[in-house]
Each structure stands twice: as structure tokens, then as C-alpha cells.
């Protein structure tokens, strides 16, 4: 697939007045949102309300029936290899092919020559810290290691954006805390722009530089948008972590007992947002 979005160093997105419907579902509505080159910006939000929907706009996956996002200027009209999707499975892995052969797919897709396949399969398994797992296959690998592979085979198509969607979600608690770790270092090596989407409030203060916090569906859109100015490395036990936690918390609370009073259904309002907490 030939790229519409240049390839490199991070590119600005401009989420500008995004509306998406599902038939007759109104899933998300009038969403602006500009994320600059290089930010790694994260999507909060209750359960349902629309945050995957939204990065598939951003990733060309879904195309809005108002509004549009642009990347460096550059309408979003379809998917490109420039926009690189890390979903939450790492089954998106082709477990036919070896390590190696998962991470030179995109480059060599494209086109790119068989010597600068093998460079840019050696810079990210690096970067990544797997360059000893190259010719096992994704089974032989654990959880951690083949989500490891699967940034690693976003990155070695250079993508300029990287929309992530719960990547470390199915991971055991110790893989995760090291994932997010890695992670945070990884985008400042690449540049790249990130868009996160995560359930977890304390993730999105370990990694971002603003949090974006939505609406309860349907018809979601952005609530509040908080920056995170907190030195790293971060700790989410630090009191000003602990006071940006707190009022995320009360954001979102918000929006579940009005997701669960919309359905009826509001009796327990915090036992959503203390499971959590207790993650
Ligand atoms: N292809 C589709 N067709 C119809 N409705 C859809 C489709 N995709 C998503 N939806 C609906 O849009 C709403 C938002 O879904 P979405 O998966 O974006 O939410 P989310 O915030 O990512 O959820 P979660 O936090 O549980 O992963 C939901 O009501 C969902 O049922």
C-alpha cells in the first residue's frame, strides 16, 4: 500500500469537528481534538463510550459522517502505513512467520530493499529489546514479548503516528508495569506522535503528556482535556500524581452514574471506577 502520510519524525493531528454513526447509532459526536507533533496524548473514558471508535477515524479505519482528522494537513481518507495501529491482541502477529519476517512485513510490502529490510528489523527489535528472539515464532514467545513485536513491527514502517488501543490491556500486572516503562522510552527515542487509548487512569498518568477524558456514549464526545506536567520518572503515589488521579476519578465517575442512570441502572456507581483503582 502506497503512503498518503509521510513517514518519520511525529506529525500533528487535527481531530476537527468528528461526528461517527453506525447505521443509526450515533456513536460519537463533534470530537476536536489537535495533538502536536511528538505528543503522546491518551483517551480516557467509561466502558462503551466510543474511544476505539474514535481512534479508528484517526487510524482510516471509520470514516465520519461530519467532520474528518488530518495528519500534517493531510486528510485521513483510509488506512496507511504511515498511521501504525497496535491493538490490544497481540493475534494481529502472523504466527506462520518468524519474529524477523513479522517485523520486515510492512518495509518489505512497500517495497523496500533487502538490505534496508534487515536494518530497520535490527534497529526496532533493539529498540524493543527482542534482537535475541528474531527467528522463534510469535508462539514461542510470551504475552509481553509478542506485544513487544507487535511495536516493533509498527515502528519499522516508520509510521509518523502511532494509535494504540488498550496494547497492554491482556497483560499480567508485573508484564504491564515493565511495558509501560518501555513504552514511555520507546516514544522518545522513535518521535513519534502516540494516541493511547486505556482504561486504567494511572497508566495514562505514567505516560502522557495530556489526557483526554470522554463523554459517556452515545453520541460521546470530549469532556476535558488535563495536562500532565509531573517530572519523570513518574510515580502515580507522588501527591500531585495522586491529586491529577483523584480528579480524573471524579471526571469519570460523572459519566458512569450518568451512563448507569441513563440505563437504569445506578445503584453501585463506584464499584466500576474502585476496580480500577484496585488494578
Ligand atoms: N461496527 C459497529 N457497529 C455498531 N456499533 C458499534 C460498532 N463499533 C462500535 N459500536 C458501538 O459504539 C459504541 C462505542 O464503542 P467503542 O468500542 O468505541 O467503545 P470503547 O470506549 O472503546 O469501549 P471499551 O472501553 O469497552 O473498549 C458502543 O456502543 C459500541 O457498541
Redesign the pocket.
Known amino acids: 500500500m502506497a503512503n498518503v502520510i509521510e513517514t518519520g519524525r511525529g506529525a500533528a493531528v487535527r481531530v476537527d469537528g468528528v461526528g461517527i454513526r453506525?447505521?443509526s447509532?450515533h456513536?460519537?459526536r463533534d470530537v476536536t481534538l489537535d495533538i502536536a507533533a511528538g505528543e503522546f496524548l491518551c483517551l480516557l473514558?467509561?466502558?462503551?463510550?466510543?474511544?476505539?471508535?474514535?481512534?479508528?477515524a484517526l487510524a482510516g479505519f471509520?470514516t465520519p459522517y461530519r467532520g474528518g482528522v488530518t495528519v500534517d494537513g493531510v486528510p485521513v481518507t483510509r488506512p496507511d502505513p504511515g498511521l501504525g495501529m497496535v491493538f490490544q491482541s497481540s493475534e494481529a502477529l502472523f504466527d506462520w512467520m518468524t519474529v524477523r519476517q513479522n517485523v520486515a512485513f510492512g518495509p518489505r510490502m512497500r517495497g523496500t530493499s533487502r538490505a534496508r529490510q534487515a536494518e530497520l528489523v535490527d534497529e526496532y527489535l533493539r529498540l524493543v529489546g527482542l534482537r535475541h528472539c528474531a527467528d522463534r515464532f510469535p508462539g514461542q514467545l510470551s504475552g509481553g514479548m509478542r506485544q513487544r513485536v507487535q511495536i516493533a513491527r509498527v515502528l519499522a514502517n516508520e509510521p509518523s503516528v502511532v494509535l494504540m488501543?488498550?496494547p497492554f490491556g491482556a497483560l499480567d500486572a508485573q508484564t504491564r508495569q515493565v511495558m509501560q516503562e518501555e513504552m514511555d522510552r520507546i516514544r522518545r527515542v522513535s518521535g513519534c506522535t502516540v494516541v493511547f487509548?486505556t482504561?486504567d487512569i494511572d497508566e495514562s498518568i505514567l505516560l502522557a503528556d495530556r489526557i483526554a477524558v470522554?463523554t459517556a456514549?452515545?453520541a460521546?464526545s470530549i469532556k476535558s482535556v488535563y495536562p500532565v506536567d509531573l517530572p519523570g520518572p513518574r510515580d502515580v503515589t507522588d501527591p500531585s500524581a495522586a491529586a491529577l488521579r483523584h480528579e480524573l476519578r471524579r471526571d469519570i465517575g460523572e459519566e458512569v452514574r450518568k451512563a448507569l442512570r441513563d440505563q437504569g441502572l445506578d445503584q453501585d456507581p463506584g464499584r466500576d471506577l474502585d476496580a480500577q483503582e484496585d488494578r
Open positions: 453506525f447505521g447509532f456513536a460519537v473514558g467509561p466502558s462503551g463510550c466510543g474511544k476505539s471508535t474514535l481512534l479508528s471509520v488501543d488498550e487509548v482504561h470522554m456514549g452515545p460521546a
